[in-house]
């Protein structure tokens, strides 16, 4: 079967996500992940891209963003890969592909199903402080990322937004809305309600959710 081009639209908040080659891993220390937030920041300007949020794990990397134009992110992401591979085998040792493929790219719906990427990414191994949660939990912004408005909306001073975006990720995602969340990401469809996934599908000739397993079904000949 081809493989489907990306959806990727200006103006529209997506979740991109890429995983390390093989068993390879992406991240071996806290120096790559602050060399890649480095090359990332200075790509996304570049490209005019607004970052949200990421998650920098062993094996693969997840970013939430918004970009001005459609290419943007492609641009964006392989200015990432050329600056960090290198600088990451001359680390490290090696040559050649750290990457398995091009990367992933999901678009999201605002308002709801936006806060719910945004808290998956922000939640995943928080513990290890290789993401974007304390961002948006205590006073060290990162210049890197910009809120969106979702996250303003939820108080109307920083304190408030702190403390109810803390209490949102301690509480988590039900275990079915993150595998729903996992598996439209590794497939690159559409986020959102039905009615959403509806108006880009009549908006675009690319498919935005995964057809209904098994065959059609037949019609009765009257």
């Not at 200006?10 to 068993?23: E, N, P, R």
């Not at 970009?67 to 001359?90: C, I, T």
């Not at 719906?109 to 949660?133: F, N, R």
Request: proline share 5%; with cysteine; charged share 20%.
């Amino acid at each position: 079967m081809a493989r489907l081009p990306r959806l990727a639209l200006a103006g529209q908040t997506h979740w991109l996500s890429q995983q390390a080659h093989g068993s390879g891993t992406a991240f071996a220390d806290d120096a790559d992940r602050r060399l890649y937030l480095d090359v990332l920041q200075e790509a996304s300007r570049a490209e005019q891209v607004r970052l949200h949020a990421f998650a920098l794990l062993p094996h693969e990397v997840h970013l939430l963003a918004t970009p001005a134009e459609s290419r943007s992110l492609g641009r964006m992401m392989q200015a990432v890969g050329r600056r960090y591979v290198s600088a990451y085998h001359r680390r490290h040792g090696g040559s050649g592909t750290l990457w398995a493929g091009r990367f992933r790219c999901a678009l999201v719906q605002p308002g709801a199903p936006l806060l719910d990427v945004l808290c998956l990414l922000d939640g995943t191994d928080a513990e290890a402080g290789h993401t974007s949660l304390a961002h948006r939990t205590t006073d060290g912004h990162l210049a890197l990322l910009t809120d969106p408005q979702e996250y303003w909306a939820l108080g109307n001073t920083p304190f408030d937004r702190q403390a109810r975006w803390r209490d949102r990720v301690a509480e988590g995602l039900p275990l079915s809305v993150r595998q729903q969340l996992l598996a439209a990401a590794r497939g690159g469809w559409v986020i959102g309600s039905a009615a959403f996934r509806q108006q880009l599908a009549e908006a675009t000739d690319r498919p935005v959710a995964p057809r209904p397993r098994g065959r059609p079904a037949a019609v009765r000949k009257t």
